[in-house]
């Protein structure tokens, strides 16, 4: 079978899995938001993981029926998140360009919440700068209506895209996740650096958070929180895990 066949019986079976990984503030480590990460779980115990499959999704046009799994999935675990008595920590959805463009979002996002008794803003959305740049027009109009129904925007993969200051100005956007690559060797390598002062000062001019991303040790996040970074994400602060894992690991924290 090829992989455009496994993914539609996958999907009508089932098959994917959510993982979260936790989104904490920067200044005490407490949990800000959790990031669902897609899982495709193989027989032998393997995961295929979302860079070999996403794209062919987007390229078939079966992204927009894996996202509404998602974005469902998403709710379900918002669910268990709220009678765990986490119901003020919401889960950062990735959404493609194709779904952005082609799916009615705001519709699904406020459905999926309201079918399991969660306010809209239990979900946000992850949208990378390329994806708004494909569209600018229709993506701003997105925007003011997912904001206009509660849900927040984060612009993912920040610094990588090519954005105009004077069009993201105009984006309704909650927050800007500098990219891993920033942070890598964010307190030893001066460029790094320049670009992550220089992405906390642009965020927090637009009254964005800013989310420093790909946080492996401890020398990168002592930078990002002495340089006033809001949340951090990383495998330093917990990697993707199922949601009873990370559940565990929260209880353990309070
Ligand atoms: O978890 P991992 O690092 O393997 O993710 C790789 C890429 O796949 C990331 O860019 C991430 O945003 C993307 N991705 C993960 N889950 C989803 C999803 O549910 N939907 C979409 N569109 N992209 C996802
Ligand atoms: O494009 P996006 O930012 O959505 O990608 C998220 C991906 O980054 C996930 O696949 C996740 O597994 C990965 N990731 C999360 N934390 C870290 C980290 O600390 N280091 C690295 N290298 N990857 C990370
Ligand atoms: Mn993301
Ligand atoms: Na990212």
């Known amino acids: 079978l090829q992989l455009a066949g496994r993914i539609h019986l996958a999907i009508e079976r089932d098959e994917f899995e959510l993982y979260f990984q936790p989104i904490r503030h920067a200044a005490d480590g407490s949990p800000a938001a959790l990031e669902a990460l897609l899982r495709w779980p193989q027989p032998d115990g393997s995961f295929i993981p979302p860079s070999d499959f996403i794209q062919l999704c987007e390229d078939t046009g ?54 399991l008794g969660l306010p809209p803003g239990a979900l946000q959305m992850e949208l990378t700068e390329s994806s708004l740049m494909r569209n600018p027009a229709q993506a701003m109009q997105v925007l003011e209506s997912l904001s206009a129904s509660g849900i927040a925007v984060a612009l993912d993969d920040f610094g990588t895209g090519f954005s105009s200051m004077s069009y993201l100005q105009h984006l309704a956007l909650d927050s800007l996740k500098i990219d891993r690559a920033f942070v890598a060797d964010v307190e030893r390598n001066p460029r790094n650096a320049a ?44 990697r993707p895990m199922p949601l009873r894992e990370l559940l565990a690991l929260l209880a353990l924290a309070r």
């Not at 974005?71 to 003020?88: K, T």
């Not at 519709?107 to 999926?112: S, V």
């Not at 790909?214 to 994400?233: K, P």
């Open 62 to 115: 079966q992204i927009i029926a894996l996202g509404r799994w998602v974005i469902r999935a998403a709710a379900h675990a918002g669910r268990v998140l709220a009678d765990n008595g986490w119901a003020g920590l919401p889960i950062a959805v990735n959404v493609s360009a194709v779904q952005l463009f082609n799916s009615d979002l705001v519709g699904e996002f406020t459905r999926a919440a309201e079918a």
């Open 195 to 238: 670009i992550c002062r220089a992405l906390l000062s642009l965020g927090h001019s637009m009254g964005l958070v800013v989310i420093g991303e790909g946080v492996e040790t401890e020398g990168q996040l002592d930078w990002l929180v002495a340089h006033g970074c809001d949340h951090v994400q990383g495998y330093l602060l917990g």
